[in-house]
């Protein structure tokens, strides 16, 4: 006889913004809710929804103010409490709240970023700092509440790194805590150049030439600005196409003009879907200062092609990653020397793209979503099984 089916479970999930051009873990909420609704029903919790799922419920928490974020924030963490706080089996939260069985975190915790390294004084002034100041003051506690043990409570990490951090910034919450990564939807490869072909010209893109490609919100904290100083040292047939929040392209466009590159730099802005990206680029570059994770990484590899990226004292994905095998590590991605090395290698080394795109979608091949939705789930029925 086979095993009986695992029960239906009425999910809740927590997300401010349910749109994929919000960044990775928008990406990451999205895809697990996708293949959780295949086999539980699933509930959404949002203030900006662009998404469309079979089988998904939408509501929309009210905006009474977008700004200040603080206070919207707390805002968020009630209203989404009043309307979760009964009829669901589990409550997922990707966002600082202090309700949800299973909190996904996706970013360093705000404890961590204030008081980590500092002693003495200088701690006693960042105290005083967060208590004179409503906005860390909300941010710090929220974070209190949602890592404190609780019946049936799972902290869900997206690298090891970040687990280490979660530990040494809130010790308690070291027994409850999972890595679960982002995962990856395995695309099937394109036929010939054509494909790539195409896709620059529906992106406006060179025809010729090596197209380098950036992908991420804040341009400043992926590394934009470094990368545009390497590539005013690279060859001219070399141009770079940038992915990411609008808002912030006049100021790296004026960047970009200062180092001559104005018609070497591409600013595509948010994209519903990066795939046509992926396609008509050569490379990803991702010189981050500070990801948990960096899902555009896995997503680059499964697309097949070459990365750059900064090592694992900057990125998540990095400790994953082999050296010179399915990717080249940046250590120092803050300086032009480095990241200049392995971009002008990528760049001038066609046999080396080849081989580290190929070993690239190897390694993507074993981060599919539906084996990771398969783990965030055997959480679900471990959270309900200890609560009752």
Partial sequence: MSPPAPPRLRIAVLNRVFDSTGGGAERYSIALVEQLAQRHEVHVFAQQIHHQAPGVSYHRVAMPLRKPRWLNQLWYAFASWKATRRGFDIVHSHE???????????VVPVRHNLFQGRTGLRRVLRWLKVLT???LLTYFCLERLRFRPAPG???VVTSESLADTMAATYPDSQGMTSVITPGVHLPALPGGAGSKAQARQALGLPAGGLCLLFVGNDYRKKGLPTLLQVLAELSGHVVLAVVGNPAQIPEFQRQAESLGLASRVFFLGALQDVSPAYWAADALVHPTLEDTFAMVVLEAMAHGLPVVVSSPAFCGISALLNHGVNALLVDQPRGTH???EAVGRVCGEEDLRRQLGAQARLFAQGYGWEDIARQQEALYFASVASSR
């Fill in 133 to 135: 100041s409503p906005r």
């Fill in 153 to 155: 409570r799972r902290v």
């Fill in 338 to 340: 480095a990241l200049g």
């Fill in 96 to 106: 600082n709240t202090w309700h949800g069985q299973i909190q996904t975190v996706h």
